[in-house]
Nanobody
Framework: QVQLVESGGGLVQAGGSLRLSCAAS????????MGWFRQAPRKEREFVGG????????YYAASGRGRFTISGDNAKNTVYLQMNSLKPEDTAVYYC??????????????????WGQGTQVTVSS
């Protein structure tokens, strides 16, 4: 079993950047495919991107492609979501998730086995 804790959310102006962290405990993240999701009010949880257990493959949904970068640090057992050129429509609660299938995705939320508590990202115009 793995426990996930996100951090790094906050309030930022449009065009700014944030880096979210997802720290894991319990097991090495190299055993899992990791995903980032977000959920805005009154909307479904949306896949943002993912990274394979080996760290060699990444996948980005169209919403963040070219602006978001996912990376991992095995020594820290942490996955990151670097978000640049943020837009008001990026406002949401961001979650990291782990699944036993160690691929990058894309994948639906139902395919993930463990979830963090989420961190709020608010982008002002």
């Amino acid at each position: 079993q793995v426990q996930l804790v996100e951090s790094g959310g906050g309030l930022v102006q449009a065009g700014g950047s944030l880096r979210l962290s997802c720290a894991a405990s319990g097991r090495s993240l190299s055993s899992y495919g990791m995903g980032w999701f977000r959920q805005a009010p009154r909307k479904e949880r949306e896949f943002v991107g993912g990274i394979s257990g080996s760290g060699g493959t990444r996948y980005y949904a169209a919403s963040g492609r070219g602006r978001f970068t996912i990376s991992g640090d095995n020594a820290k057992n942490t996955v990151y979501l670097q978000m640049n050129s943020l837009k008001p429509e990026d406002t949401a609660v961001y979650y990291c998730a782990a699944r036993f299938r160690p691929t990058a995705g894309p994948a639906g939320a139902y395919e993930y086995d463990y979830w963090g508590q989420g961190t709020q990202v608010t982008v002002s115009s």
